[in-house]
């Protein structure tokens, strides 16, 4: 709940009450930002940018000083200005929160916090890793540790700190980036993480700044890193990766030659079935100025063969499409049957792959690479599952979305030109 909505219930109190509303951080912190319950060591917090992940370090850090009984707290920031910016005199800093006769004094001169009541910060760059030998310390917060200019000794020398009290602990704030350091904290056991939005802070945070920035970087890579706190990493061997699904996109889709609706349909109905991968596409240009545009991910999962198939033929009529283009090697005719028999008036086209899915998915990334497949719009879901296309980290979980988008893009752009072993029946 927000404050917002704290002081609605609470109208017509005296004012001095409403005045303690803003210091109960309890009272309308979100579940991602309160402390997890089990007894951990370190809580990393991955957060878009104003998603409320600096106010979360510095209220845990409140706590501990006026509730854990912690006397000497360590605080670490990608460099020093940056420590005095954010963590201590920014909107959510500790100079700015709780009662004014509890907040800490800050000594420049010592880069030290003063608390009334004894307790002492000590302010730390990461830009220098050894000044954090020799003091020690019962708390930490760390923040923005993938910009750290030596994450792993500076994280290794402030662990080594931390050895005052009966349980000592750090909270680790950060945006998150696919850096080394970073994906091995999130594989150690004593490690608990939470995850939080630019999104979920929206109540706090100007309307036109949300605005501008789903505007300009919603749906992209960096968007879905820094707004949205995902750790996006290209996995070795993947076919496509981020840099080329930013790439890809474009706005508006320009005029169509032709539309289809590519089906990768599931062997087995049910709850914990494959997905059945439905995918838009059509064709704009000729030749050499010839391109593939997808236009829509419709893929359904848990759905009975009627239901998908039903799902395949309503896509045909919204999108008007030429046919649909459906995948036989599982089904055999029976795909075929069931698609007429929710509409036989629907043409219907059948393929047979003769190679694997990664075979058949090289050339149709060679034409991403060639800037010759755009996406007239955002499909978050298809594009991760892209960019694990031949990698190990694809596992045994079938690419259901992006099969069917393998099947569209060559049903296009490579049909008679013998770029994959496929047969049209």
């Known amino acids: 709940m927000t404050r917002k909505k704290y002081r ?22 979100r579940d991602n930002q309160t402390p997890p319950d089990d007894d951990w060591l370190i809580w990393l917090l991955l957060g878009g940018r104003g998603s409320g992940k600096t106010r979360t370090g510095a209220e845990w850090i409140r706590e501990q000083v006026f509730c854990g009984g912690a006397r000497r707290i360590a605080l670490i920031a ?10 201590l005199e920014g909107e959510s800093g500790l100079l700015r929160l709780g009662y004014p006769s509890e907040r800490p004094t800050y000594r420049s001169s010592r880069r030290r916090l003063e608390w009334p009541n004894g307790a002492i910060g000590q302010v730390f760059s990461a830009e220098e890793p050894d000044g954090l030998r020799g003091p020690q310390f ?22 080594l700190a931390l050895r005052l009290g009966q349980r000592p602990r ?43 920035m789903e505007a300009e970087y919603g749906g992209t890579r960096l968007g879905r890193q820094e707004l949205g706190g995902e750790m996006l990493t290209d996995a070795p061997g993947a076919l496509w990766n981020y840099v080329m699904m930013d790439a890809a996109y474009i706005d508006t889709p320009p005029t169509l030659d032709k539309i289809i609706v590519a089906i990768d349909p599931p062997v087995t109905s049910g709850a914990r079935a494959d997905s059945c991968g439905l995918i838009v596409a059509g064709l704009s240009g000729h030749g050499a ?61 059948n393929v047979r792959a003769s190679v694997g899915k990664t075979a058949r998915a090289e050339p149709v990334a060679a034409l991403y690479e060639q800037g010759k497949v755009r996406h007239a719009g955002r499909f978050k879901a298809l594009e991760d ?22 099947w569209a893009v060559t049903e296009l752009m490579l049909k008679g030109r013998g770029g994959a072993r496929i047969r049209w029946i």
Request: hydrophobic share 40%; charged share 20%.
């Open 289 to 349: 100025a010839a391109r593939a545009i997808i236009l829509h991910d419709g893929t359904t999962q848990g759905q009975s063969p009627q239901g998908w198939a039903q799902r395949a033929v309503d896509l045909y009529q919204e999108w008007g499409a030429n046919y649909l283009l459906a995948e036989v090697n599982q089904g055999g005719e029976m795909v075929s049957t069931i698609l007429r028999s929710v509409d036989d008036r629907v043409p219907v086209r």
């Open 138 to 159: 019962d708390c930490a917060w760390a923040d923005e540790f993938c910009a750290w200019s030596y994450p792993e000794d500076t994280l290794s020398n402030l662990r």
């Open 78 to 87: 990608p460099t020093y200005n940056d420590a005095r910016e954010v963590m």
């Open 8 to 29: 609605k219930i609470l109208e017509g109190c005296p004012p001095e009450l409403l005045a303690h509303i803003d210091h109960i951080w309890g009272l309308y912190a």
């Open 170 to 212: 750090l909270v680790m704030t950060t945006t998150p980036k696919p850096l080394p350091a970073l994906k091995a904290l999130l594989k150690n056991p004593i490690v608990r993480i939470s995850h939080m939005t630019t999104s979920d802070n929206q109540n706090h945070l100007a309307a036109s700044f949300i605005e501008t």
């Open 385 to 406: 599952e892209l960019c694990l296309m031949g990698s190990a980290l694809m596992g045994r979980k079938s690419p259901d979305r992006a099969d069917a988008l393998v």
